[in-house]
């Protein structure tokens, strides 16, 4: 049941647990989820400001309608992934009262009806399989994502789509779209798991404010938008207590200019990655 230090019930936090992935509903109100609908379509649409101030001379700069690291600049999305109820939801199923926010990323994802449509970037395509972990300079279980749509998105519209208890596996897989240095091995064939396990492939219908959160290693992809709007939507990374920094294992480090870089297992900089909770 839950209480009032634990916004989930113990049967939310096993299914996350045995899964590596859990849907929960209406954790955003819906006046936040218009505000923060709005807010990524004016940065989408005039983006300079957030990039010029904290993320020029990134690694891998931020394009199409994906951007990254919101929060470290404008107030709106600081707000949003520091003091809503995202924070509380990582710490519940992380068995911590402390979380880092790690980044924040956030998603427009164009349908196929605007003229605007080729399938050619990346705001257009599929994304593939992929589990999260081999794209981070971090290392630990206690790391996951919290993904907010704020439109609604039918599962066959660039709905995610999950699978269950692939966080279990001891495989890293290798990433599409950058070098990782981690020992990695080509992804299953996810035809034939499907096949033979149907019922591990997990997706939702989600409403503006729900939210499906996952583990760093839990596989996921989305399809390209074949619904009637461009799907609107923010991650938010949050870090745990075994999460140790790992610059060692990307090649490229997509962070500001004026971050402190450490070694392996090196306290991480505070005010990229600040405590909440």
């Known amino acids: 049941m839950k209480d009032a230090a634990n916004p989930l019930t113990d049967e939310q936090i096993q299914t996350f647990q045995r899964d590596g992935v859990l849907c929960v509903r209406g954790v955003i109100d819906l006046d936040t989820c218009k505000r923060m609908e709005e807010a990524c379509l004016r940065l989408a649409d005039d983006p ?4 010029s101030r904290r993320w020029a001379g990134v690694a891998r700069p931020p394009r199409g309608h994906e951007r990254i690291g919101m929060a470290l600049s404008l107030d709106q999305f600081r ?14 199923l992380m068995n911590t009262p402390t979380v880092r926010y790690f980044y924040d990323q956030m998603f427009i994802k164009i349908h196929r009806g605007t003229g605007e449509f080729d399938g050619t970037s990346t705001a257009q395509m599929a994304t593939p399989w992929h ?12 790391i996951l994502s919290i993904w907010v749509p704020f439109r609604p998105v039918p599962r066959d519209a660039s709905g995610l789509e999950y699978v269950a208890r692939s966080h279990r596996d001891p495989d890293l897989y290798t990433p ?42 839990t596989l996921h992809r989305s399809t390209s938008n074949a619904g009637e ?14 999460a140790i920094y ?24 505070p005010h990229f990655f600040p405590a909440l909770g």
């Open 246 to 269: 790992a610059p060692d294992t990307i090649e490229d480090l997509w962070y500001p200019e004026d971050i402190e870089i450490g070694d392996r297992g090196a306290p991480v900089d």
């Open 79 to 92: 707000e949003y992934a520091f003091e809503s109820p995202l924070p509380r939801l990582a710490g519940a």
């Open 229 to 242: 709007n461009d799907r609107v939507a923010v991650s938010v990374r949050y870090l745990g207590r075994d």
């Open 48 to 51: 300079s400001e957030h990039i």
């Open 176 to 217: 599409f779209g950058l070098k990782s240095l981690r020992n990695t091995v080509d992804a299953p064939d996810m035809d034939a798991i499907r096949a033979a396990e149907p019922e591990r492939f997990l997706s939702w219908d989600m409403e503006p404010g729900d939210c499906l959160i996952h583990h760093p290693r």
């Open 131 to 142: 589990q999260d972990l081999p794209y981070w300079p971090f290392d630990g279980a206690d």
